[in-house]
């Protein structure tokens, strides 16, 4: 997992000095690969989702029923399950760009759009536009899917664009998108799985259940063994792993204190006093230095500056490009 964590994190720099990166693909790659390692975090994908008013009148019959009176009758809630269509392949919401929709203003209790992204467990990306809303008729959300390509047929960068560029954050931006700055919040950003108990929590996910997955907890850890290990700093440089410091920072993916004590005690082996200082002082910089601009750099590796090229022919050999 370390070769393909590293190879995310160098892109992912890369990217944002505006350098041509040529391994778009088997970061793409790499990254779906550690979301197929761990089938925790695959679930039942719902197609449709409808419920009309009609079918709780009739459940009332006329009176009003307390919540443990309707938990009998149906079975806390599993023969009203039964009627939810599911896709047929499980997978893992990696990108949800579920939004309000536009017009219908106070016309609906609620509606909704957007696109999400799935990795199915056949290894297949599937796009879904889904649609919901809640009136006085009741409650609809579809998803219909619109694309769907197994990863590891994507084998351009163009490609890789094509089916990440749904992220935009403004569908008419046509700008490239930093697709390994979105890799790695698609991987650190994954939700816990969770049992339904209401039609609503299809589309929406109450505070109470909405939190990070041990899946993306552990990978948090990893781009931070990875960036703070010697072997990133003897195969980038030491700007390099600043910077890379820096850049998980400004994705608001903090170390864990641990890592912290465990560097500075690595890079302090030996050093005097002031040396440790001026070491913790640089650390912070890192850490707290956030700005876009930090990703102005010159890579220098082994204490000897190269250009560019020569960086791209370390990458092709450490990689196998």
Same mark, same amino acid.
């Given at each position: 997992m370390e ?5 995310i @994190?160098v892109?992912?720099i890369l990217e944002f000095?505006d350098t041509?990166v040529e391994f778009?693909?088997?970061?793409? #790659?790499?990254a779906?690969s550690?979301?197929m ?8 994908i719902p197609?449709? +989702?409808i419920k009309s008013?009609?079918?709780f /009148?009739? *459940?009332n019959k006329?009176?009003?029923?307390t919540g443990?009176g309707k938990?009998w *009758?149906?079975n806390?809630?599993q023969?009203?399950?039964k ?6 392949k499980?997978g893992? @919401?990696? %990108?949800?760009g579920?939004h309000?929709s ?5 016309? %609906?209790f609620y509606?909704?759009?957007?696109i999400?992204l799935?990795?199915? $467990?056949?290894?297949t990306i ?5 649609y919901?809303?809640i009136?006085?008729q009741?409650?609809s959300?579809v998803q219909e899917? +619109?694309?769907?390509?197994k990863f590891?047929?994507i ?5 890789v664009?094509?089916? @990440?560029?749904?992220?935009r954050e403004d569908p ?8 390994n700055?979105? @890799? ?10 969770? #049992?339904?108990?209401?039609y *609503? $929590? ?19 850890l990893k781009?931070?063994d990875?960036?703070l290990s ?8 030491k700007e390099?792993?600043e910077?890379a410091?820096s850049f998980l920072?400004y *994705?608001k993916?903090p170390?864990?204190p641990?890592q912290i004590l ?7 082996k030996g050093?005097?006093l002031?040396?440790i200082?001026?070491?913790?002082? !640089?650390?912070q ?14 890579p !220098?590796?082994?204490?000897?500056g190269?250009?560019l !090229? /020569?960086l791209?022919k370390?990458?092709?050999k450490?990689f196998n490009?």
């Amino acid at each position: 997992m370390e070769d393909k964590i590293e190879i995310i @994190l160098v892109g992912a720099i890369l990217e944002f000095i505006d350098t041509k990166v040529e391994f778009i693909p088997k970061c793409l #790659h790499s990254a779906m690969s550690i979301f197929m390692d761990d089938k925790s975090i695959f679930e039942k994908i719902p197609e449709k +989702v409808i419920k009309s008013s009609e079918d709780f /009148e009739k *459940l009332n019959k006329g009176r009003p029923m307390t919540g443990l009176g309707k938990d009998w *009758l149906t079975n806390k809630g599993q023969e009203n399950d039964k009627e939810i269509e599911y896709f047929d392949k499980n997978g893992v @919401l990696i %990108y949800d760009g579920i939004h309000a929709s536009a017009f219908g203003r106070m016309n %609906y209790f609620y509606r909704s759009k957007g696109i999400r992204l799935y990795l199915l $467990e056949d290894k297949t990306i599937m796009t879904v536009c889904p649609y919901s809303y809640i009136d006085h008729q009741g409650f609809s959300f579809v998803q219909e899917e +619109v694309d769907k390509t197994k990863f590891k047929k994507i084998k351009t960068a163009d490609e890789v664009q094509q089916h @990440l560029g749904w992220t935009r954050e403004d569908p008419n931006d046509r700008s490239k998108i930093k697709v390994n700055e979105q @890799l790695i919040k698609m991987l650190t950003s994954i939700k816990k799985p969770f #049992h339904r108990d209401y039609y *609503l $929590e299809y589309l929406l996910t109450p505070p109470d259940v909405d939190k990070i997955s041990d899946f993306s907890e552990n990978i948090r850890l990893k781009f931070w063994d990875v960036c703070l290990s010697k072997r990133f700093k003897k195969n980038w440089g030491k700007e390099m792993q600043e910077n890379a410091i820096s850049f998980l920072s400004y *994705l608001k993916i903090p170390p864990s204190p641990i890592q912290i004590l465990e560097f500075i005690k690595r890079k302090s082996k030996g050093a005097k006093l002031d040396e440790i200082l001026e070491k913790i002082d !640089n650390l912070q910089d890192n850490l707290t230095n956030q700005k876009e601009d930090i990703f102005e750099f010159k890579p !220098n590796i082994g204490g000897v500056g190269i250009n560019l !090229n /020569e960086l791209n022919k370390r990458i092709a050999k450490k990689f196998n490009l």
